[in-house]
């Protein structure tokens, strides 16, 4: 496990950033790269621990899991003398995260899923919520740490810990891995680890806080077809798609339960019963939250 270290003149945070924790999310690998190669990471207070490659054995077989087939982020804290997949996260909590006083954790979506850049953290813990406000993303989820996930390890030492989601597994997101730089970035500068300031625009755009993300799921087997792209602002109860038959004979519409954001889309044209489609951030003022959505290109629509 690959680890960088750069450590300032002066005292200050222990800020760890990791990414592919699952081996085929590869955009956290980019952000860390390229943060690292950033003049203004070379002069900080305090501590920046990065570590692009967790989980190696997942990356060089292009794959979520390690050789064992178990999920990393499902088995923290670990143990030394469990399996492969466990004693990795073992050694990740004890050697780094224990030294950490702030967390980033890198994420993209799944295979053939897409996620809209997002920060999922914990906000009913106070610094959680200042940390994840410095990281300016166009959105902040606020969702209870999955059991066994390496955030939830975090939580439980009340250590502040973001998880910044964007892109699809195996694919580089340009428009999310510039937002992640910057957002890392504006995040080092709110814990007071920036010796110089991060350059900013003079129009900073707002963030959409939600604290309900809901699944449209498949209502039967067949062709998914929708127009719907990630950022999208939809209405309740808005016609989002279909999924047919080859020949269309038979259909079933998609519908939203509340209007939201799209954060997340299944990009596979082929479903069966129950498989997700897309993913839904509730928002309830629409026009409210428009502004935060225009950094990220394309630009939204309305359905």
């Not at 914990?122 to 994840?132: C, I, N």
Request: contains cysteine.
């Amino acid at each position: 496990m690959p680890v960088r270290v750069l450590h300032g003149a002066e005292s200050g945070p222990t800020l760890l950033v990791c990414a592919t924790i699952h081996g085929d999310e590869v955009n956290g690998l980019e952000i860390i790269y390229r943060l690292l190669n950033n003049p203004l990471v070379h002069q900080i207070r305090g501590t920046l621990l990065a570590v692009p490659i967790v989980n190696a054995y997942g990356l060089v077989t292009a794959t979520r899991y390690l050789p064992d087939g178990r999920d990393l982020n499902r088995t923290f804290p670990g143990s030394k003398n469990g399996s492969l997949t466990a004693r990795l996260a073992h050694v990740l909590v004890q050697d780094l995260l224990s030294r950490a006083t702030h967390v980033i954790d890198l994420h993209t979506g799944g295979t053939h899923r897409s996620n809209f850049p997002q920060i999922r953290a914990t906000l009913s813990l106070p610094q959680t919520l200042q940390f994840a406000s410095t990281f300016h993303p166009p959105v902040i989820i606020d969702s209870t740490a999955r059991i066994g996930s390496f955030r939830q390890a975090a939580d439980k030492r009340a250590i502040p810990s973001l998880v910044y989601e964007t892109g699809e597994a195996l694919r580089f997101d340009e428009p999310g891995i510039e937002l992640g730089v910057q957002g890392v970035l504006s995040a080092m500068d709110g814990i007071g680890m920036l010796t110089e300031p991060v350059p900013q625009t003079s129009d900073r755009k707002p963030t959409v806080f939600t604290k309900q993300s809901r699944w449209l799921r498949a209502p039967a087997s067949g062709v998914f077809r929708t127009q719907c792209q990630l950022g999208d602002l939809v209405a309740d109860r808005a016609d989002l798609g279909s999924v047919s038959d080859p020949l269309g004979d038979s259909k079933f519409r998609v519908k939203t339960r509340h209007s939201g954001i799209v954060i997340g889309r299944n990009n596979m044209p082929l479903v069966h019963q129950g498989d997700p489609l897309l993913h839904i951030a509730e928002v309830t003022n629409l026009a409210a939250a428009e502004p935060a959505l225009e950094r990220v290109a394309p630009p939204m629509t309305h359905v």
